[in-house]
């Protein structure tokens, strides 16, 4: 987050739209429409940003891994895009 004008917090992507964004939300808790509001905030901007929207997990699921398949899957989302997004250095 980044300070805006009276002191209001802003989200980063809006004063680096070049940084690459993935989101997951689960479609059953409290945040999933600020997900989606953030998410289509942010595509609005030119960010590049991506959402992947679960069922039925509860917030913050990926800690669950390795007893969850979801949560393993989740964070094979989460390394695949990385893998994307950043060069490996060898």
């Known amino acids: ?5 009276g ?3 802003l989200p980063l992507w809006r004063a680096h739209r070049w940084v690459r964004w993935l ?7 409290m945040l999933f429409d600020d997900s989606r509001r953030y998410v289509n ?3 609005a901007t030119g960010s590049p940003v991506r ?3 679960w069922g039925h997990m509860i917030h913050v699921w990926q800690i669950f891994n390795p007893g ?3 949560a393993r899957e989740a964070l094979s ?9 950043a060069p490996r250095f060898h």
């Open 41 to 43: 905030r942010a595509q």
């Open 51 to 53: 959402l992947q929207c």
């Open 7 to 9: 002191g209001r917090c």
């Open 68 to 70: 969850s398949p979801q």
């Open 23 to 29: 989101v997951q939300a689960s479609q059953v808790e």
């Open 1 to 5: 987050m980044a300070w805006g004008q």
């Open 77 to 85: 989302e989460i390394g695949k895009f990385l893998d994307a997004a």
